[in-house]
T-cell receptor, first 115, second 113 residues
Framework: DAGVIQSPRHEVTEMGQEVTLRCKPI?????LFWYRQTMMRGLELLIY????????DSGMPEDRFSAKMPNASFSTLKIQPSEPRDSAVYFC?????????????FGSGTRLTVV | RKEVEQDPGPFNVPEGATVAFNCTYS??????FFWYRQDCRKEPKLLMS???SGNEDGRFTAQLNRASQYISLLIRDSKLSDSATYLC??????????????FGTGTRLKVLA
C-alpha cells in the first residue's frame, strides 16, 4: 500500500495567491482528516470527512479556507487568498471504517510558506 | 483547560535510562487512546494503542487510568533512536456517530549518548 499521498511536498507562494493542497487517502479508508501543524499551536484539526461528506469543519480558520472531497480517493484543501500566517505544515490523514479505534495514517505533509 | 495536556519537555535522558511521560485528558467520554511518535520534520506515526488493561510492545509500555483520566508511556533502556516528540491522542465519539481525535502538543524526548 502506498500510504496516504500528499502533494506538493513543499509550496512557496506569495501573499494573496491561491494555494491548493492535495491528498489521496489509503484505499478502503473512509475517513479523511486535514490537520495544520505549527510550533506555536501544535496539530490542529481543520476538517474531517466521513464517506466523502464533511462532518466537522469547526477548525477551518476562516472563509479563506475550503476543502472538498469529490470522491473516496481524492481531497483538496484550498487557501484563497493566502497570508503569511498560513505558513505551516499541512497534514492529511485517513482511517478505516469503524469507531476510530485503529488510529490514523498520516501523509508526509505539505510544508507551506507564504511570503 | 486543554482537552489533552502533556508536559512539553524536553526530557533529556542518557542512553539506557527509563523515562515516563504522562498525559491527561478532560473528556470522560473518550473511548480510545494512542501514543504517536513524530520525528523532526516528519509526519506523526502510530506508536501504540493504549488499552484499559495496559499493553507492552518491547521496551514500550502504555497504561490507561480512566478514573484519573490520564495515560502514560514508559520507555525502558532508551536508545538514541528514541529521540523524538511523543504525542498523546484521545479518540472522542461524536453525537453524529462519528468520532474525532484530539492530539496533545507532544513531549519532546532527547536521548543523550
Amino acid at each position: 500500500d502506498a500510504g496516504v499521498i500528499q502533494s506538493p511536498r513543499h509550496e512557496v507562494t506569495e501573499m494573496g495567491q491561491e494555494v491548493t493542497l492535495r491528498c489521496k487517502p489509503i484505499s478502503g479508508h473512509n475517513s479523511l482528516f486535514w490537520y495544520r501543524q505549527t510550533m506555536m499551536r501544535g496539530l490542529e484539526l481543520l476538517i474531517y470527512f466521513n464517506n466523502n461528506v464533511p462532518i466537522d469543519d469547526s477548525g477551518m480558520p476562516e472563509d479563506r479556507f475550503s476543502a472538498k472531497m469529490p470522491n473516496a480517493s481524492f481531497s483538496t484543501l484550498k487557501i484563497q487568498p493566502s497570508e503569511p500566517r498560513d505558513s505551516a505544515v499541512y497534514f492529511c490523514a485517513s482511517s478505516p471504517p469503524g469507531t476510530g479505534d485503529y488510529g490514523y495514517t498520516f501523509g508526509s505533509g505539505t510544508r507551506l510558506t507564504v511570503v | 483547560r486543554k482537552e489533552v495536556e502533556q508536559d512539553p519537555g524536553p526530557f533529556n535522558v542518557p542512553e539506557g535510562a527509563t523515562v515516563a511521560f504522562n498525559c491527561t485528558y478532560s473528556n470522560s467520554a473518550s473511548q480510545s487512546f494512542f501514543w504517536y511518535r513524530q520525528d523532526c520534520r516528519k509526519e506523526p506515526k502510530l506508536l501504540m494503542s493504549v488499552y484499559s488493561s495496559g499493553n507492552e510492545d518491547g521496551r514500550f509500555t502504555a497504561q490507561l487510568n480512566r478514573a484519573s483520566q490520564y495515560i502514560s508511556l514508559l520507555i525502558r533502556d532508551s536508545k538514541l533512536s528514541d529521540s523524538a516528540t511523543y504525542l498523546c491522542v484521545v479518540n472522542i465519539g461524536l453525537a453524529s456517530g462519528t468520532y474525532k481525535y484530539i492530539f496533545g502538543t507532544g513531549t519532546r524526548l532527547k536521548v543523550l549518548a
